[in-house]
């Protein structure tokens, strides 16, 4: 099932090329508003999934491309973002030790909205595509045996990040909290419809050209040892997210005018729009080919407009 939220946060169920509106069969559901109907839902999902199967098979929805698509987990507790979790196509002799940061869960955007590009000094704006787990059940210091009885399910996670931002040292908060950075969706699909999560094909394109092209399977810390880790840090709670990180190699600019779009295999395809008012630019080179010509650092530089 493919859960989604449309237009002025209505809750719905994609079937197809249609979104079936479910709001008022789960309302009610303890909620403050609908923002946070999902998060109830999730949690009481076996109590309301027939309903919700019933409402979506009996047809009377509305076509996708003619609503609003929103975010399908606008109000999580905690977003957390795994760090440095991908061996880089076996180019790292060595996983990484696990680790993981918070982005803040006021940077949700969602399909089809923009993120925005501070006015501050970053050497290069980023995103990276990755898997996120929905959280469907609390976790609080679990085994990895038992992990992914806590996933409710998945979506489509863009990790946008303003680099090197100063002063040198802990600036990771202004790095990856900013506003519009952390895109998910276009929706949240049931665990139940993928099959094996850890072997997903991910790519991301940047105006139609293909820039990150990788497999879940390449993660250094697979899916129930992140959920584990995290749970044994803080308590994980439904509609939380967890992102499992992304390859680096495939990484590049973000710039004023493009259009991002992310697809997950078995889950769905994000689509973002990118905004600079100060039109700053940079050339359109990944990781890879910036290592490759011998230059200097892990990205490329920027080439025109403020702070360049």
């Known amino acids: 099932m493919k859960l989604l939220y449309f237009d002025d946060f209505r809750l719905g169920v994609a ?3 249609s979104v079936v509106d479910v709001t008022d069969l789960v309302s009610d559901i303890p909620h403050i508003d609908r923002g946070d109907l999902i998060n109830g839902l999730i949690e009481r999902f076996d109590d309301y999934r027939g309903k919700l199967e019933a409402a979506a098979a009996n047809g009377g929805g ?10 399908p987990a606008p109000k999580p507790t905690t977003i957390d973002c795994m760090a440095v979790n991908y061996m880089e196509d076996g180019t790292r002799d060595a ?7 918070h982005k803040s869960p006021g940077a949700v955007i969602g399909h089809n909205d923009t993120m ?24 609080d210091n679990i085994g990895e045996a038992d992990a992914m009885d806590h996933v409710f399910g998945w979506t489509c996670f863009i990790d946008g990040s303003a680099r090197a931002l100063p002063p040198p040292g802990n600036t990771f908060f202004q790095v990856k909290s900013r506003k519009t950075f952390a895109p998910i969706g276009p929706w949240i699909v049931t665990k139940d ?9 991910v790519k991301l394109w940047n105006n139609g050209d293909l820039m990150q092209n990788f497999n879940t399977d390449d993660m250094a810390h697979k899916i129930p040892r ?18 499992t990180g992304t ?3 495939g990484l590049h600019p973000f710039q004023d005018g493009d259009r991002v779009e992310l697809e997950i295999e078995s889950v769905g395809r994000l689509a973002i729009d990118i905004r600079d008012d100060l039109k700053r630019g940079w050339d359109r080179v990944t990781r890879l080919e910036h290592a490759e010509k011998g230059l200097e650092g892990p990205h490329t530089t920027q080439v025109s407009g403020k702070y360049a």
């Open 95 to 101: 996983p990484a030790q696990i680790n993981a940061f």
């Open 247 to 249: 390859n680096h190699r």
């Open 116 to 139: 925005m590009l501070p006015d501050v000094p970053a050497a290069v704006f980023e995103g990276e595509a990755e898997l996120a787990a929905i959280i469907g059940k609390p976790a």
């Open 193 to 201: 419809e993928i099959a094996d999560p850890q072997n997903l094909q």
């Open 15 to 17: 079937a197809g090329d």
């Open 62 to 71: 509305v076509p996708l491309a003619d609503v609003r698509i929103r975010p």
């Open 226 to 243: 992140c959920i584990a880790w995290l749970s044994s840090i803080h308590p994980l709670v439904p509609g939380d997210i967890v992102a």
